[in-house]
């Protein structure tokens, strides 16, 4: 996806910053509000006389989406899962502190901005940067902005790029973990009791469909991915228990499009003294 020249500058960069007796990969300094919270939290800022607290300092984290020089200064696009957040860095603050940053940051570096709130002359609410300082240094340059990540096939073979070029996936991960755990209390409100069942079977069974077969090499014979966790939910009300379900993986070696994939999460319950109808109405 990208030349390997590119990859040789950026590490050349990281080597540069232990030269100067700096951490490419710092840890130790922790934010103390998220870019979302210093956002609503400083909001009055921007309708002062003059729109800056001195007073008050905030330290803040994230990856370098924009990144703009300007001689002795620049402004900086910092991106974390609440929203991006502008931070202003000037020479007049961080004297040689701040070459350093013109040389070796780049978008995609993952930063800590400690500073002020202050509003620009547009009406930006932004962070005025006191402490400067690189956490993570990127190797991999991101895809470019104005393109993007268009290729359906990287954009799923690479999530973690598509997580930081497309904001709109982090949506659709975070829905998904509301609608699972909303569908675990459903069922626990309802007295069901979540359980966890083999996930390597002796023999292919609860569906009709082909197995994923693997070899466990201390008792020296095959055993099935699961195709579905029926034989074991079966056998949990039969040991007692009158309401179980699970929410797991399944694997089913088969084709695949845009409605099957080969491994993927199911909900399945059981429930004593019921019948199908009962069922059909709880769900």
Avoid at 150 to 158: A, N, W
Wanted: glycine share 6%; with cysteine.
């Amino acid at each position: 996806m990208f030349s390997n020249q590119y990859i040789q500058q950026r590490i050349h960069k990281a080597n540069s910053l232990r030269e100067e007796g700096k951490n490419p990969y710092k840890n130790g300094l922790k934010r103390s509000l998220t870019n979302a919270a210093f956002l609503e939290k400083y909001a009055y800022v921007k309708g002062l006389e003059e729109p800056k607290d001195k007073e008050k300092c905030e330290s803040v984290v994230g990856r370098v989406k924009l990144l703009r020089l300007m001689g002795k200064a620049c402004f900086i696009k910092v991106e974390d899962e609440s929203a991006i957040l502008q931070a202003y860095v000037s020479q007049n603050e961080l004297n040689d502190e701040f070459k350093s940053l013109k040389k070796h940051l780049e978008v995609g570096d993952i930063v800590l901005v400690k500073g002020f709130p202050f509003a620009t002359k547009t009406g930006e609410l932004s962070v005025h940067a006191l402490e400067f300082h690189i956490l993570s240094k990127t190797i991999v340059p991101l895809p470019e902005k104005f393109h993007g990540l268009s290729d359906i096939e990287l954009r799923y073979r690479q999530r973690y790029l598509d997580l930081i070029v497309n904001p709109g996936v982090k949506d659709m991960f975070k829905k998904r973990s509301l609608i699972v755990s909303s569908v675990r209390k459903f069922f626990e409100m309802e007295g069901f009791l979540e359980v966890e069942t083999p996930m390597m079977h002796p023999i292919p069974g609860g569906a009709n469909a082909r197995p994923f077969i693997t070899y466990h090499n201390a008792l020296e014979i095959e055993r099935y991915l699961r195709i579905a966790p029926e034989l074991y939910l079966k056998r949990l009300i039969v040991g007692g228990f009158e309401a179980v379900f699970e929410i797991n993986r399944n694997f089913r070696n088969e084709g695949m499009d845009h409605s099957h994939n080969p491994e993927f999460t199911m909900i399945e319950f059981y429930w004593a003294y019921h019948t199908y109808e009962d069922l059909i109405e709880l769900s």
